[in-house]
C-alpha cells in the first residue's frame, strides 16, 4: 500500500475521532503521529473545553503522549497527521519538535499557519525543514467543522445566550 493510501486510512480515522470528538462538545479536531515504521506513536483530539486548558489542542495532545512514550522531544523521523491545518501556536510546536512531516485535511485560511494566513514551515525563522501535505480528505474534514458550528449556532441561538466563538485548531 502506498504511503498516499495510508494517509488516506489515517485521515479516515482521524475525522470519526474527530466526530466523537464534537459530539462531546469539543471543536472536533483530532491528530495522529507516526513514527518512521508507520506506528502510531501519540494520539489526540481537542479538549480545551474539557480540560479548561488552552493548551488543549489535538496536535500538542499527540505531541505530549509520542514525547513521554519515545522519551525524546524530537520528532525528524515522524510525520503528524491532523483533520484541520495547524494554528500559529501548534505549528510552532511542530517546528520546534523537527517534526519530519505534517499532512492536514482542510486548509485554514483564517487560522492555519502552514501556508494559511502564515507559512511557519517556511519561514525564515524555522530551523528545521519539515514537509507539509495538505488537502488529505479536506473536504470531509470541512464539512465535519462546518457542520459542527452550524449546529452550534443553532443550539446557542435556541439557548438565548450570546454566541461565543471558539476557533478551531
Avoid at 501519540?42 to 474539557?50: A, L
Avoid at 519539515?130 to 457542520?147: H, Y
Amino acid at each position: 500500500m502506498s504511503a498516499g493510501n495510508d494517509h488516506i486510512l489515517w485521515m479516515g480515522r482521524l475525522l470519526r475521532l474527530a466526530h466523537r470528538v464534537g459530539m462531546e462538545g469539543e471543536v472536533p479536531v483530532a491528530a495522529v503521529i507516526l513514527d518512521g515504521k508507520g506506528t502510531a506513536i501519540g494520539w489526540g483530539s481537542n479538549m480545551r473545553h474539557r480540560h479548561q486548558n488552552p493548551l488543549g489542542h489535538a496536535e500538542l495532545v499527540a505531541l505530549k503522549q509520542a514525547a513521554d512514550l519515545r522519551g525524546d522531544w524530537r520528532f525528524n523521523d515522524c510525520s503528524l497527521l491532523v483533520t484541520l491545518e495547524p494554528c500559529p501556536m501548534c505549528a510552532g510546536a511542530l517546528v520546534q519538535a523537527r517534526m519530519g512531516q505534517v499532512i492536514y485535511g482542510a486548509a485554514d485560511p483564517k487560522r492555519g499557519a502552514l501556508g494559511g494566513c502564515l507559512d511557519l514551515a517556511n519561514h525564515p525563522s524555522a530551523h528545521h525543514a519539515m514537509r507539509v501535505e495538505g488537502g488529505v480528505l479536506a473536504a470531509e474534514g470541512r464539512q465535519l467543522l462546518e457542520n459542527w458550528f452550524r449546529q452550534r449556532r443553532r443550539r446557542v441561538r435556541s439557548a438565548g445566550t450570546p454566541e461565543v466563538r471558539f476557533p478551531a485548531g
